[in-house]
């Protein structure tokens, strides 16, 4: 590889180390992924707009003998990310940061192959989906694959608002709620604002313009690790989307987006799982129940802030249930028979609806998580599962 690439590489680094400093705050997955046992890589895999690259750039700030290149840069594409490391190992990098590697072809024989001579050290990032594929390359035993969420309600307040709100577990805020909603009162007049400006970093008046050109490198670059990407598959990918947007997840099956776009209910399956893989929707099953053949339709949520990118209008117990499902480890939900009342989640063990002030206990869940400021018995404020994150 020619000096001048290198040479090119290397003034790019460090432009963009000097340019991170500016960001003070760290994702929540910041310590862990720095504090990786040295045995294996590290890949931070998420949806775009999320902070990766500052995530990475921070992260290589942290290593003495570091560098970072973006995979996606033109100088770059003739050479293999192999050759690459290679002639960076030489200039005395051991630690290389590479950004966007799923735009690579190749890119785990590459890993495989640089992790298997021992004498460099690799940190990368990627969409959301990617996967380390049982293959040849089989990089589940020499990479630790992490996925960088969305930014939480939490984090929203911390970077963009100035707050310092730490780490809060779902026991905690069952047990000590009254006293966290107390502390952190004045985060509730932001809720609604989370909900349309959170969960990427864009910001100020070009924030749905990012967020749009975000959905569309994610649909027609993205998801080509996937699948051979057309004009036809990126047109009903939108269209589930919006459909999805304005409809309540009750009004969404199979069945009814097949009939609706005009295709067969094989491909909106298809279009589902790969638009849940590239991290754009939530979908998940109803739970299990003994002695009784559930149907298996999945709610259909969306991720923060996308809804708002299709629609303006969505209800407000629409917003509260993506806002729930959006922040916490939802395993199932409770599918309601005819003529039961039945709550909405599942989560560690705990029946939780989701709902307004007023919301009763007549579904018989564990916990109300309600849209409101305070605790008050076993209703929890719905903000507070903000900050699980």
């Known amino acids: 590889m020619e000096d001048a690439i290198i040479e090119k590489i290397l003034l790019k680094s460090e432009s963009l180390k000097k340019w991170v400093e500016q960001f003070t705050k760290k994702r929540y997955l910041f310590d862990k992924a720095l504090t990786t046992a040295t045995d294996f890589y590290v890949g931070i895999k998420g949806l775009r707009g999320i902070g990766k690259t500052v995530f990475l750039l921070q992260l290589s700030k942290m290593f003495e003998n570091s560098i970072y290149l973006s995979a996606d840069a033109v100088y770059l594409r003739p050479h293999s ?18 950004d966007e590697i799923h735009l690579r072809s190749n890119w785990q024989d590459d890993i495989k192959t640089i992790y298997d001579e021992h004498e460099l050290r690799i940190f990368f990032s990627g969409s959301s989906s990617i996967e380390l594929k049982k293959s040849s390359a089989d990089l589940s035993r020499r990479v630790i694959l992490y996925d960088l969420k969305p930014l939480s309600f939490r984090e929203f307040l911390n970077i963009r608002k ?30 609604d604002e989370h909900m349309k400006f959170g969960g990427v970093l864009y910001s100020g008046e070009g924030f749905y313009e990012a967020l749009e050109n975000s959905l569309e490198k994610i649909i027609s670059r993205d998801l080509a690790s996937l699948r051979d990407i057309n004009i036809k598959y990126e047109e009903d990918a939108y269209k589930i989307l919006y459909h999805v947007a304005v409809s309540s997840p009750f009004e969404i099956s199979f069945s009814s987006l097949s009939q609706k776009l005009g295709i067969s209910k094989t491909f909106v399956i298809r279009l589902i799982s790969d638009l849940a893989s590239a991290g ?38 629409i917003i ?21 009342k039945t709550s909405d989640f599942s989560v560690n063990g705990l029946k939780i609806e989701v709902g307004g002030v007023s919301k009763d206990f007549r579904q018989n869940p564990d916990y109300i998580a309600v849209d409101s400021a305070l605790f008050d018995n076993k209703k929890i404020p719905l903000f507070l599962v903000g900050f699980l994150y």
């Open 320 to 340: 509260r249930e993506e806002f729930f499902v959006n922040h916490t480890e939802v395993s199932c939900y409770l599918k309601t028979e005819k003529g039961e």
């Open 81 to 98: 990310i192999y050759e690459i490391t290679q002639a960076l190992g030489k200039r005395g990098f051991k630690d290389i940061f590479i």
């Open 162 to 191: 100035n707050f310092d709100i730490p780490y809060y577990s779902f026991d905690d805020i069952i047990k000590k709620g009254k006293e966290i909603s107390i502390k952190h009162l004045s985060a509730f007049e932001y809720f």
């Open 280 to 317: 754009v929707i939530i979908a998940f099953y109803p739970c299990k129940q003994a002695k009784k053949d559930v149907k298996k339709e999945p709610k259909i949520y969306l991720t923060i802030p996308f809804r708002t990118l299709f629609t303006q209008t969505a209800g407000r117990g």
